[in-house]
């Protein structure tokens, strides 16, 4: 018998390999290309990390044979899209990968590995998402473990407009180095217009990692044995949906204005799952395109180049840039332009002091930077300061096995008044605008907001104001399957007669049985204001005996605000009825994140 070994199987034991020659040796074709498949399916993607064999003859070492792991932790999507499209690189390049959830990685086994790729978006002041909470506590905290093993990249998606972009990458390309990892590539952090620059850094990585890979550790599996295939509509292709109904659900004495979609999924073939967001793209509104190019003496006919693609001008500005929030890239380039006239001075002293520029930025859209120092700009001129439009993401308000081909979202139209006129969301404004049978571009998001498994296990959701659609679709979900774990709903609004959202579904699940308790906060109808923190607090013996009976708690709305609140109120309660220290109380919230058991979807 020979003494040669395949390279490719050195990751099994001997007597394994034994079994798969003699399996596959002599077979035809056929049989080998349906045993592909049929490994395939059973999920290369998910094969455990293991130490391989040392290979005395090819002289590699265990960390170069280790998959290079892919951690994404992801907001809104973003991050785990392009943690994909690395991971579908990486095997086309024949290289191992594991592509991994931050969720789904115990940061215990962060010293077990060698290679790590971490992709990650931040969110509020510089945090982590959710997701990844754990995972920068150890890194972060005094059980921090040597890292003199790791080679790493990172790599970070944000937003310039905010304060702390791209922290959350920048802290762990930081901790990761403070505790002796090795970098691949410096920390690369990402603006919100970036698939050219994530394409070239992954060409780099790929490039990077092959150098170092010994040929013979190389296990070429095919990426598409690796990677699901796409759903066919996404953020780079959305499905041209059809508006069914646009209908307001607070009062005309409500101080908001809050509307229930409904939108047609026919023809599509997409799915969803209670807890998922719907991306939506919009037109921007025509009259201010309008004012903006009268503004800067244009007529909007002009051609300009976008993606090596002719487009007419006035499109582009209807459809595919973003007008509605100013960010400092447009800001830059205006002022430079513009500084042949001395009303521009002020602006290139916001510019230049970038504290001032965050708080100039915060209060005004593209069209009123424009109407403040007008000037006049070649179309390719201007097309080249703007950024592309970006979606806007929704938690969807209902469950695919109670509407079919529909999907419903509850979404707050965003209107003010500043600078002397009139201003709109982007996208809430367009979604209010649209008429029964109008077009609007939209695809699914999944989400990591997802009920539990167990259909027997109870369940409580705290969701003011619009957070409350993805319980609504948690309870129809519910519903339809006909699982027996008790629902307990807080929601909190302004005022009983005006914003009670969804008022006679709540009341007849109540009837039903179906919502178990349901506590409500109306803030603003009595003289001392009242929030769902407070109802959690008064409540809160019951509520600690469900979460001690498993209760899963969902938290859905503002993050900046009443997230917090609502954590420190949670926090209160578990510490009074389970007799601990707020220390105690909040690793006992921990680990119901690590459980998956406290969940939150916030913006």
Not at 165 to 184: E, N, P, V, W, Y
Not at 333 to 345: G, K, L
Not at 545 to 563: H, K, N, P, T
Request: proline share 4%.
């Amino acid at each position: 018998m020979s003494n040669y070994t395949d390279p490719a199987l050195l990751l099994f034991e001997p007597h394994e390999r034994d079994g798969i020659e003699k399996l596959v040796n002599g077979a035809s074709p056929f049989k080998l290309a349906w045993l592909s498949g049929y490994l395939a399916a059973r999920g290369w993607d998910g094969f455990k990390q293991e130490n391989l064999p040392s290979m005395a003859a090819e002289k590699s070492s265990v960390s170069d044979m280790q998959p290079v792991r892919i951690l994404f932790a992801s907001q809104t999507g973003n991050a785990q899209s392009l943690a994909e499209q690395l991971h579908n690189s990486l095997c086309q390049a024949g290289l191992s990968a594991e592509l991994t959830n931050i969720s789904d990685f115990k940061p215990s086994q962060l010293k077990e590995e060698s290679r790590l790729v971490l992709i990650t978006s931040t969110q509020g002041e510089g945090e982590p998402p959710e997701s990844a909470e754990s995972f920068f506590k150890l890194l972060s905290g005094k059980r921090a473990p040597d890292l003199k093993h790791l080679s790493f990249a990172v790599l970070g998606l944000g937003d310039r407009s905010y304060e702390f972009f791209c922290q959350a990458a920048i802290d762990a390309d930081r901790h990761f180095s403070d505790l002796g990892g090795k970098a691949f590539l410096p920390v690369q952090a990402l603006d919100v217009d970036y698939e050219q620059e994530a394409n070239a850094w992954s060409e780099q990585l790929v490039s990077v990692l092959k150098a170092q890979q010994p040929e013979e550790s190389s296990f070429a599996i095919a990426s598409d044995q690796n990677v699901p295939a796409s759903a066919e509509y996404g953020k780079q292709t959305p499905f041209k949906a059809q508006l069914l109904v646009n209908q307001a659900i607070t009062s005309l004495g409500s101080a908001k204005d809050i509307r229930h979609y409904e939108i047609s999924l026919e023809t599509s073939g997409i799915q969803y799952q209670p807890g998922d967001v719907l991306g939506v793209y919009f037109r921007n509104n025509a009259a201010s395109v309008d004012e903006l190019l009268k503004t800067l003496s244009l007529k909007g006919t002009e051609t300009v180049q976008l993606d090596g693609e002719a487009i007419e001008l006035r499109h582009a500005l209807l459809e595919k840039f973003e007008l509605t929030q100013s960010y400092p890239k447009f800001a830059k380039a205006y002022a430079e332009h513009s500084n042949q006239t001395q009303r521009t001075s002020p602006l290139r002293e916001n510019v230049a002091d970038a504290v001032a520029l965050r708080a100039y930025l915060a209060e005004r859209q593209i069209y009123d930077i424009v109407a403040e120092f007008p000037c006049q700009l070649e179309a390719q001129d201007l097309a080249d300061m703007l950024r592309k439009q970006q979606p806007r993401f929704y938690s969807i308000a209902s469950a695919q096995s109670e509407v079919g081909e529909e999907v419903h979202l509850t979404v707050r139209t965003v209107e003010y008044d500043a600078f002397g006129s009139t201003h709109y969301g982007g996208a809430s404004g367009c979604l209010a605008s649209l008429k029964e049978g109008d077009d609007i571009r939209v695809f699914v998001q999944p989400s990591e907001f997802k009920l539990p498994k167990d259909p027997q296990t109870p369940v409580i959701m705290v969701g003011p104001g619009t957070g409350i659609a993805p319980f609504r679709s948690f309870l129809q979900h519910r519903e339809q399957a006909g699982a027996q774990g008790e629902n307990w709903l807080f929601f909190g609004n302004s005022r009983f007669c005006e914003d009670f959202l969804y008022q006679q579904e709540w009341q007849e699940w109540l009837r039903s049985g179906l919502l178990t308790r349901m506590n409500t906060a109306f803030s603003r109808d009595q003289a001392t204001r009242i929030y769902v923190q407070h109802r959690l607090k008064e409540e809160g013996k019951t509520l600690f005996e469900w979460l001690q009976r498993g209760a899963f708690i969902y938290v859905c709305g503002d993050a900046s605000r009443m997230a917090k609140d609502v954590h420190q109120a949670l926090i209160d309660v578990i510490a009074e009825h389970g007799n601990r220290s707020s220390e105690q109380a909040e690793a006992y919230l921990d680990q119901l994140k690590q459980e998956k058991r406290y969940q939150k979807d916030v913006y």
